[in-house]
Structures are given as C-alpha cells and as structure tokens.
C-alpha cells in the first residue's frame, strides 16, 4: 500500500473514531482572566480540608481539561444582564483524602457580566437552579 494511501487511511480511522465516540472533544480558548480566576478559586476550595464536599488532604495537580461556552442562556439573564459570558471548565483534580488517592472531574462556571467587570467563579454544584447545568451539557447529580 503506498505511503499516501496509508495516511489518507489512518488519518479518516481516526476521524472515524472521534466522530463514533465523541472522544475528540473541542476545548475552546478560555479567557485568560477566566482562567486565572477558575484557578484561584480551585486552588483554594480543593486544598482546605475542613471543606466536607470538596477539600483534599493533598492535592497533587488541579488542571483543566477543557472548557466551552455555555449555550441556551435564560433569556432572563441575557436580557438583563446585558453582556454576558459563560464559560464552563472542566477540570482534573488530583489528590488524597484520609490517605486514599482519589481523582475527580468536576465542572466549573465563569460568568463575567460586562466586559470590565471581574469574573464570577462556582463550581457547577454548588448552583441551585438548573440554568447553568443545562448551558454546560449536564445533568444534576452526576
């Protein structure tokens, strides 16, 4: 089989696989700022271990494996808060608790208001109305 067959090949074998399996996963480009908050605020909800839902004993590595936009906004939000991002971050936590490694993929919402103001971070279940688990993709208690 010639080098170019095999190629065209392997590369639709793959685009196959992503498209079958939903494994290729587009990560949009998260704002900075939105990072850099997202970051901060789960640096510091993973590492205290008085935190009963959420706190580490250690933390080995908090990461983000990919983030999108939240879509279907109520129109109660977006008509009176003007301009609005949401963006939803999933991330890898990696740590222990009470000696056992333990890993988890939590999501987390970035909301910014205007384009001057500070950004707003949560984690996807902490939030009580169902809006922004429907913008993510989610369903409650998964």
């Known amino acids: 089989m010639p080098k170019r067959s095999f190629l065209s090949l392997l590369v639709m074998s793959v685009v196959g696989i992503c498209l ?29 271990s008085y935190n009963p839902d ?8 908090i990461r983000f494996s990919r983030a999108w ?5 109520p129109e109660g939000i977006t008509g ?10 999933e991330l890898s936590v990696k740590g222990q608790r009470q000696g056992v490694e333990n890993s988890e993929n939590p999501i987390w919402i970035a909301i910014q208001e205007g384009s001057s103001k500070e950004w707003v971070v949560q984690s996807l279940v902490k939030f009580s109305a169902i809006w922004p688990y429907e913008s993510c993709g989610q369903y409650p208690g998964k």
């Open 20 to 48: 079958l399996t939903g494994g290729c996963d587009r990560s949009e480009a998260l704002p900075s700022a939105a990072r850099e908050a997202v970051e901060q605020s789960a640096q510091a909800v993973y590492t205290d």
């Open 54 to 61: 959420f706190g580490f004993d250690q933390v080995m590595e």
């Open 69 to 73: 936009r939240g879509e279907n906004l």
């Open 80 to 89: 009176s808060w003007g301009d609005i991002q949401v963006w939803c971050v």
